[in-house]
């Protein structure tokens, strides 16, 4: 059976994503991003001490669901594997970010995060094949905001 090439195809257009990542004890906490899809990878970015990335460091996998601004889904959620980049890794994903929302990612989040003494971290995400895809586990999601 063969699959398309890029399971992120339906986040390409898409501004804002649900990213669901999960607590110790498995509970989902939902935030929404906004992401850049190169190929068979998404990139997002956010800052040192949020709570998704401590979520990222101790539970890489990670749901994602097309929503709106709101954070309100637009389409079902699939399973992915999440990394935090550095290096030249991490500046091709805030290039990509820059690109995709010039005003808002070239400019304004990185002053914001410096201005408030904010390291920015970049996550890529790998998405499973279909047949490793389960049934969405995220209801009852709670909202992040950070």
């Not at 898409?14 to 990878?41: I, K, N, S, W, Y």
């Not at 997002?44 to 979520?55: D, S």
């Not at 594997?81 to 400019?107: F, V």
Request: hydrophobic content about 40%; glycine content about 8%; charged content about 20%.
């Amino acid at each position: 059976m063969s699959y398309p090439s890029n399971l992120f195809a339906p986040f390409v257009r898409q501004q804002t994503a649900m990213l669901t990542t999960f607590r110790r004890d498995g509970r989902p906490v939902g935030t929404a991003v906004h992401l850049v899809v190169e190929g068979e990878h998404l990139y997002f970015r956010t800052w040192h001490t949020a709570g998704k990335l401590k979520r990222i460091r101790n539970r890489p996998m990670v749901e994602l669901a097309p929503c709106d601004a709101r954070g309100r889904p637009q389409g079902p959620a699939m399973r992915a594997q999440a990394r935090i980049l550095d290096g030249d890794e991490a500046a091709h994903a805030a290039h990509l970010l820059g690109k995709k929302y010039p005003l808002l990612h070239s400019w304004f989040i990185p002053l914001l995060h410096r201005l408030s003494g904010k390291q920015t971290m970049h996550i890529v995400l790998t998405a499973f094949a279909p047949e490793s895809q389960e049934e969405s586990g995220s209801a009852g999601v709670v909202p992040d905001a950070g």
